[in-house]
């Protein structure tokens, strides 16, 4: 399997990483914030870890808990949008791009799991 620094899904939870930070910089309301940047930090994060480890299981453990948490990204997304900390038009690019790599990650895991012994 390639590096995880090349894997597509990879790129793309690290680039929506890093928007939330930067959109949220002045946010005041610090556990809120603190909560949803570190949801979409542990996306990326798990993808590289479970990428980084030795068995096809322990791989597919890593993409399921990325899966879980752009799942948990989403609902903050929607809690952020309805409480008017985000922008209902960058609330509905986000929601996209996190769904989208949530069905990323679900045919990752299942050809990972297809491949395993």
């Keep these: 399997m390639a590096r995880f ?11 929506l990483s890093a928007d939330l930070y930067k959109a949220l910089f002045d946010l005041r309301d610090f556990g809120f914030r603190d909560q949803i940047t570190r949801a979409g930090l542990s996306i990326p994060s ?3 870890e479970g990428h980084e480890r030795g068995s096809a299981k322990e791989v597919a453990n890593f993409m399921n808990y990325a899966k879980g948490s752009a799942g948990e990204l989403r609902t ?13 038009e960058q609330g509905k690019l986000w929601l996209a791009e996190a769904e989208e790599i949530s069905r990323m990650l679900h045919a990752l895991i299942k050809a990972i799991r297809s491949r395993a012994p």
């Design 76 to 88: 903050q997304i929607y809690i952020g949008m309805d409480i008017g900390y985000t922008e209902r």
């Design 46 to 48: 798990n993808i590289a």
């Design 5 to 15: 620094e090349e894997l597509e899904v990879w790129k793309r939870s690290a680039r």
